[in-house]
């Protein structure tokens, strides 16, 4: 059974930074990509970025790009997101999601979800 459990979501102030994380359980790392979403207020989800299995290919949404930075522990189960400069436009429902790697990442149609981690940015 494929589990997900983000946590680390807060409030903080424009130009904070912040890491949020997922601890996941009923997977080989070593065969998954493991990817970023997040869901603003109102609105629909939408991707933030995405890691291969090796921790070696990365891809970022151009919203988040260059302020974002995915990074992933195999031997401990883990995939973070760590957020710089963060805006008012970066609140939202952020969530881990898992997939079976594949030649490319993939920036939807993730196969397991996490329950999400709320981060709230303040002017």
């Known amino acids: 059974q494929v589990r997900l459990v983000e946590s680390g979501g807060g409030l903080v102030q424009a130009g904070d930074s912040l890491r949020v994380s997922c601890r996941y359980s009923g997977l080989n790392p070593w065969d998954y990509d493991l990817g970023w979403f997040r869901r603003p207020p109102g609105s629909e989800r939408e991707f933030v970025g995405a890691?291969?299995?090796?921790?070696?290919?990365?891809i970022y949404a151009d919203s988040v790009k260059g302020r974002f930075t995915i990074a992933r522990d195999n031997a401990r189960n883990t995939v973070s997101l760590e957020m710089n400069n963060l805006t008012p436009e970066d609140t939202a429902v952020y969530y881990c999601?898992?997939?079976?790697?594949?030649?490319?990442?993939?920036?939807?149609?993730?196969?397991?979800w996490g329950q999400g981690t709320q981060v709230t940015v303040s002017s």
């Open positions: 890691i291969n299995w090796s921790g070696r290919t990365s």
């Open positions: 999601a898992a997939e079976r790697s594949g030649a490319v990442l993939k920036r939807a149609d993730y196969d397991w």
